[in-house]
């Protein structure tokens, strides 16, 4: 008997899979699109004091 049941890990990695092909399809790999740069931002340091 297993902690999980094989369903489980089977829809762990359908989900995972579904995610990673979704966030590639939004920012691409090397891709121009808007989406990319709304997607995710360009990060900026505060102003020091």
Known sequence: MGLF?????RFFAFGFAGGAL?????M??????PFANDFAPAAQAAETR
């Open 28 to 33: 691409g790999i090397g891709s121009h699109s």
């Open 5 to 9: 049941k094989a369903d489980f890990y």
């Open 22 to 26: 979704l966030v590639l399809g939004v």
